[in-house]
Nanobody
Framework: EVQLQASGGGLVQPGGSLRLSCAAS????????MKWFRQDPGNDLERVAT????????NYVDSVEGRFTISRDNAKTTLYLQMNSLQPEDWAVYYC?????RGQGTEVTVSS
């Protein structure tokens, strides 16, 4: 059974940073591209970032380009999202995903 558990969310002031982690199990992590999504109340789910299976390629939604960095540690079967220069519009629940399978999310609150 695929399990994806995100953690690392919390309250941060505008301009601050957070690092999200996603512990993956139940599949061969190193064989799959992975994604981070986010969703705030009233809005559709938005893909934030994608990384290929060996971490050599990544892609971001325009609104986070240059501020967020997706990475992975295949030995630890863990996905990461480093978020810098956070803004109120980044406030959302963040999920990691394997194709269409999303795990439990972690909430990021950006507020002064």
């Amino acid at each position: 059974e695929v399990q994806l558990q995100a953690s690392g969310g919390g309250l941060v002031q505008p301009g601050g940073s957070l690092r999200l982690s996603c512990a993956a199990s139940g599949f061969t992590f190193a064989n799959y591209a992975m994604k981070w999504f986010r969703q705030d109340p009233g809005n559709d789910l938005e893909r934030v970032a994608t990384i290929n299976s060996d971490g050599t390629w990544s892609n971001y939604v325009d609104s986070v380009e240059g501020r967020f960095t997706i990475s992975r540690d295949n030995a630890k079967t863990t996905l990461y999202l480093q978020m810098n220069s956070l803004q109120p519009e980044d406030w959302a629940v963040y999920y990691c995903a394997l194709n269409s399978i999303r795990g439990q999310g972690t909430e990021v609150t950006v507020s002064s």
